[in-house]
């Protein structure tokens, strides 16, 4: 079955340091893989997504994303925190067949420390 | 230039009163969702909708009951609240399914006492 798997609940970074939040799917085909942001209070936010073609992506806010098919993976990075990264974020691999709904993961939640 | 808006934003229900929540998206996408969102739980569906007038179960559609007679709007209803549905809810719309990804509203935070 599809899945998403982020191993980190939560993870606390200083504030200019970089970040990698870390996404495994579990996928039958050529999955397309996207991740969101979550401010508090706020709905999601799509930061990037990857169809096809050149396997590192740039998103918004100064995010890429690294696809691996060998390591099935779609990490995301910043080489630079700001305080206003504090979030949760959420990878999701689709389309389900038939609903054609995407499968999230957990969530990763991001604390910046000043 | 709404995209999908989420109607209430904040509600309190006593145990066994019913309600809808609205979802109305204004970019013409035929796919839309409903997901409920819980501490550690992550997103998980309730029900979705592949077009106008169709509706379909996710992962957890006991509770609950959807509509789609308009494209635009996507209704979820609670017949008869229970605790167990303290949430926050969230409505997404897309224009091809999970190929495009998802527009999502900003949520509705819904408490059952």
């Known amino acids: 079955a599809q899945s998403v798997t982020q191993p980190d609940i939560h993870i606390t970074v200083s504030e200019g340091a970089s970040l990698e939040l870390r996404c495994n799917y579990s996928?039958?085909?050529?999955?397309?893989l996207f991740w969101y942001v979550q401010s508090p209070g706020q709905g999601l936010q799509l930061l990037l997504k990857?169809?096809?073609?050149?396997?590192l992506v740039q998103g918004i806010k100064g995010f890429e994303a690294e696809f691996k098919r060998s390591q099935s993976s779609f990490n995301l990075r910043k080489p630079s925190v700001h305080w206003s990264d504090a979030a949760e974020y959420f990878c999701?691999?689709?389309?389900?067949?038939?609903?054609?709904?995407?499968?999230f993961g957990q969530g990763t939640r991001l604390t910046i420390n000043p | 230039n709404a995209g999908v808006t989420q109607t209430p934003k904040f509600r309190v229900l006593k145990t066994g009163q019913s309600m809808t929540l609205l979802c109305a998206q204004d970019?013409?996408?035929?796919?839309m969702y409903w997901y409920r969102q819980d501490p550690g739980m992550g997103l998980r569906l309730i029900h979705y909708?592949?077009?106008?007038?169709?509706?379909a179960k996710g992962e957890v559609p006991d509770g609950y009951n959807v509509s789609r007679l308009k494209k635009q709007n996507f209704l979820l209803g609670l017949e008869s609240a229970a605790p167990s549905q303290t949430s926050v809810y969230f409505c997404?719309?897309?224009?091809?399914?999970?190929?495009?990804?998802?527009?999502f509203g900003s949520g509705t935070r819904l408490t059952v006492v």
């Open positions: 990857y169809f096809s073609g050149d396997t």
């Open positions: 970019m013409n996408h035929e796919y």
């Open positions: 997404a719309s897309s224009p091809a399914g999970g190929t495009y990804g998802y527009t």
């Open positions: 996928y039958g085909a050529t999955p397309y």
């Open positions: 909708s592949v077009g106008e007038g169709t509706t």
């Open positions: 999701a691999v689709g389309p389900i067949q038939g609903a054609q709904k995407l499968v």
